[in-house]
């Protein structure tokens, strides 16, 4: 069994910054690609950004210059690091691990609350 947890959110202010990690452990037999959804109060959940088995990555455009994702080497744990946070950037942040098509996982989700 596959399990994803997500860890590292909390409260910040606007401007600041916050690092997200999500750990995958289990009897992952295959990683296609990691990814990190958000899902804002009353809003339906929205991809934030991925990264490839190869490395690629990708970023919505309202994230894009601000937050970078990245893995460590085993690459069982994925990053994301928040920059320039504001109050649009308050969500549920989901970590979803992508085994192969049609086969995903994803985490329980963490709070960031950007607020002064």
């Known amino acids: 069994q596959v399990q994803v947890a997500e860890s590292g959110g909390g409260l910040v202010q606007p401007g600041g910054s916050l690092r997200l990690s999500c750990a995958a452990s289990?009897?992952?037999?295959?990683?296609?690609?990691m990814a990190w959804y958000r899902q804002a109060p009353g809003k339906e959940r929205e991809w934030v950004a991925s990264?490839?088995?190869?490395?690629?990555?990708d970023y919505a455009d309202s994230v894009k210059g601000r937050f970078r994702i990245s893995r460590n080497s085993a690459q069982s744990t994925v990053y994301l690091q928040m920059n320039s946070l504001n109050s649009e950037d308050t969500a549920v942040y989901y970590c979803n691990l992508i085994a192969a098509p049609g086969l995903q996982y994803w985490g329980k989700g963490i709070l960031v609350t950007v607020s002064s």
């Open positions: 990264i490839r088995g190869g490395g690629t990555t």
């Open positions: 289990g009897r992952i037999l295959s990683m296609s690609a």
